[in-house]
């Protein structure tokens, strides 16, 4: 089992910035992707982005490129997602999610863990 544990969501002026992180927990040795994922009231939980816990190697939305970085440090069990120049269309609850193999695919169905998110609200 993995524990994951989101925090760093807020309200935030558009062309702002956020943090957001997501400690690991429990039986995280081995290979695993992590996973950042969002969903907006209404919408379906959609792909942020999901990073290699051990290669590093990471994709994007296209929605987020340039904006959004997704990062890990493997000795506090931590991943990050830096956001930069936020947009109202990025407001929704943010959801790490974790998938016990070295690659995971963009959907969410890949993912075994998930923490219980946090809000990001960008105002206009």
């Known amino acids: 089992q993995v524990q994951l544990v989101e925090s760093g969501g807020g309200l935030v002026q558009a062309g702002g910035s956020l943090r957001l992180s997501c400690a690991a927990s429990?039986?995280?040795?081995?290979?695993?992707?992590m996973g950042w994922f969002r969903q907006a009231p209404g919408k379906e939980r959609e792909f942020v982005s999901r990073?290699?816990?051990?290669?590093?190697?990471?994709s994007y939305v296209d929605s987020v490129k340039g904006r959004f970085t997704i990062s890990r440090d493997r000795a506090k069990n931590t991943v990050y997602l830096q956001m930069n120049s936020l947009k109202p269309e990025d407001t929704a609850v943010y959801y790490c999610?974790?998938?016990?193999?070295?690659?995971?695919?963009?959907?969410?169905?890949?993912?075994?863990?998930w923490g219980q998110g946090t809000q990001v609200t960008v105002s206009s």
């Open positions: 990073i290699g816990w051990i290669s590093g190697s990471t």
């Open positions: 429990g039986r995280t040795a081995g290979s695993y992707t």
């Open positions: 999610a974790a998938a016990p193999r070295s690659y995971a695919s963009i959907f969410s169905r890949d993912y075994d863990y």
